[in-house]
C-alpha cells in the first residue's frame, strides 16, 4: 500500500495533505513562506517528506481554465523537477482548477468563520488534489 502526499502550492502558502491508504485524503499542514521564496518553500516540503515518509507525492497543476500552461502551471512544473530530483520519490501533476472554489464552498458550508477559512483553505485545497488523483488511479 502506497503512502502519498498532496501539494497545493501558492505563491506565500503551501496546503499540505496526505493518504496512508491511498483511499482517502485527510489534512496535513499548511506551509508558509516568504512572497515566491520557493527555495524556502522547497525546504519546508523536503523536511515533511522526511516526516511522513510518503513513496509518492501529488502538486497541483493550475492549468489555465482553457486547459492551457500559463505562468503558474510551468512554475508548477520548475518546482515538481526540482522537488523529484531532491527526494527522488514520483511527484505527479494533477490539475487543481476549481480546488480552490470548491474548498472554500466546503468551508462555507460547514460554517466556518472567515478567520479560520483562510487558515484551512490551502490544506483543503490539498485534499481535493490528492482526492482526485486518488480516486483517478481507484478507477484504474
Known amino acids: 500500500m502506497s503512502k502519498y502526499l498532496g501539494l497545493d502550492l501558492g505563491s506565500v502558502t503551501c496546503?499540505?495533505?496526505?493518504?496512508?491508504?491511498?483511499?482517502?485524503?485527510?489534512?496535513?499542514?499548511?506551509?508558509?513562506?516568504?512572497?515566491?521564496?520557493?527555495?524556502?518553500?522547497?525546504?519546508?516540503?523536503?523536511?515533511?517528506?522526511?516526516?511522513?515518509?510518503?513513496?509518492?507525492?501529488?502538486?497541483?497543476?493550475?492549468?489555465?481554465?482553457?486547459?492551457?500552461?500559463?505562468?503558474?502551471?510551468?512554475?508548477?512544473?520548475?518546482?515538481?523537477?526540482?522537488?523529484?530530483?531532491?527526494?527522488?520519490?514520483?511527484?505527479?501533476?494533477?490539475?487543481e482548477r476549481f480546488t480552490t472554489v470548491e474548498a472554500e464552498e466546503i468551508l462555507l458550508q460547514a460554517d466556518i468563520s472567515r478567520k479560520k477559512r483562510k487558515k484551512k483553505i490551502d490544506q483543503l485545497a490539498a485534499v481535493q488534489i490528492l482526492q482526485y488523483y486518488l480516486d483517478r488511479i481507484g478507477k484504474r
Not at 493518504?19 to 482517502?24: A, D, N, V
Not at 497541483?60 to 530530483?85: H, I, M, T, W
Open 15 to 95: 496546503g499540505v495533505s496526505a493518504s496512508e491508504t491511498g483511499l482517502i485524503a485527510h489534512t496535513v499542514e499548511t506551509i508558509r513562506f516568504k512572497n515566491e521564496d520557493y527555495n524556502e518553500a522547497m525546504d519546508k516540503v523536503l523536511a515533511i517528506i522526511e516526516r511522513e515518509k510518503p513513496d509518492e507525492i501529488v502538486l497541483g497543476y493550475p492549468l489555465l481554465l482553457n486547459g492551457d500552461v500559463g505562468p503558474r502551471a510551468q512554475l508548477s512544473e520548475e518546482f515538481k523537477e526540482v522537488l523529484e530530483e531532491e527526494c527522488g520519490l514520483p511527484v505527479h501533476l494533477m490539475d
